[in-house]
């Protein structure tokens, strides 16, 4: 069907299937930093019940290292802290790329004559299979 359309049809074709890309890889990686996130959070949690004396260790790589509480606590609560960041602007970034999908179909549905009134986000939408 697509060799029916006109160029800018097709270009409009391509750009929606590019932003649908896009939406698909912000999603993952806001799942992704959503996850660490609350596994930060827990590990946070955890922390506050553990004695300050206590022997600690962290993961670095393939090892377990010694590691005081007081450090331990900082870095978790900076780690928490990026992360919050990070899900925040890949929330915005997905809201984005969402708009961009909305416009571009509403000019592809003119392009094609659909006028107006036939906007909507239909199943192709990056939102679709949203968090």
Known sequence: MQGNLPPEA???IEELQ?????AQQVAA???????????SET???ELEDVDED???YREVGELLVKTEY?????????KVENLGVRVD?????????QEQFEELQQELQQLLGGGPGGAGGGPMGPGAGGA
């Open 43 to 45: 590990a946070l949690e």
């Open 70 to 78: 007081a450090e331990a606590k900082e870095d978790l609560e900076e």
């Open 29 to 39: 990686q806001k799942q992704q930093a959503e996850t660490q996130l609350t596994e």
């Open 54 to 56: 206590a022997t600690m």
């Open 89 to 97: 602007t890949l929330e915005k970034q997905e809201e984005r790329v």
């Open 10 to 12: 097709q270009e409009k």
């Open 18 to 22: 590019d932003l649908q890309e896009t």
